[in-house]
C-alpha cells in the first residue's frame, strides 16, 4: 500500500508560481503512474496532469496546459507540481494520487486513481 504526503501550498499572488511535492512510501510507487488533482468546496475532484512511472510521458488539462510542469524522482519516491502564473481561479485543494492498475493509459477520471494524500491548499490572491 502506497501512501501519499503533499506539501508546498501557500498563498501567492497572481502571476506567482508554486512548486509542489508528492512524497510516497511504498515500494509500488516507482511502478505506477501518478496524478495530481484539486478540488473546491462543492465541486468534484478536477485532474490537473499526469505523469507516467518513468516520466517520460504527461497528459495535461487544457486548463493548465502551458502553465504547469510534472516530474517525478523515482530514487526520492517524489513527484513534483510547478505551476508558473497562477490565476485566482488555480486556487483549490491539492491531491496526488497512484493511478490504478488497468485503468486508461493517460486516465483524467478521478475514480481510476488511489491511494490519495491529504492535500495541499493553494490560495491565488492578491
Known amino acids: 500500500q502506497v501512501q501519499l504526503v503533499e506539501s508546498g501550498g501557500g498563498l501567492v499572488q497572481p502571476g506567482g508560481s508554486l512548486r509542489l511535492s508528492c512524497a510516497a512510501s511504498?515500494?509500488?510507487?516507482?511502478?505506477?503512474?501518478v496524478g495530481w488533482f484539486r478540488q473546491t468546496p462543492g465541486k468534484e475532484r478536477e485532474f490537473v496532469v499526469g505523469i507516467s512511472v518513468r516520466g517520460a510521458e504527461s497528459w495535461y488539462a487544457d486548463s493548465v496546459k502551458g502553465r504547469v510542469g510534472i516530474s517525478r524522482d523515482n530514487d526520492k519516491n517524489t513527484v513534483y507540481l510547478q505551476m508558473d502564473s497562477l490565476k485566482p481561479e488555480d486556487t483549490a485543494t491539492y491531491y496526488c494520487a497512484v493511478k490504478k492498475g488497468g485503468s486508461p493509459w493517460h486516465s483524467k477520471a478521478w475514480t481510476d486513481f488511489g491511494s490519495w494524500g491529504q492535500g495541499t491548499q493553494v490560495t491565488v490572491s492578491s
Open positions: 511504498g515500494r509500488t510507487f516507482s511502478s505506477s503512474s
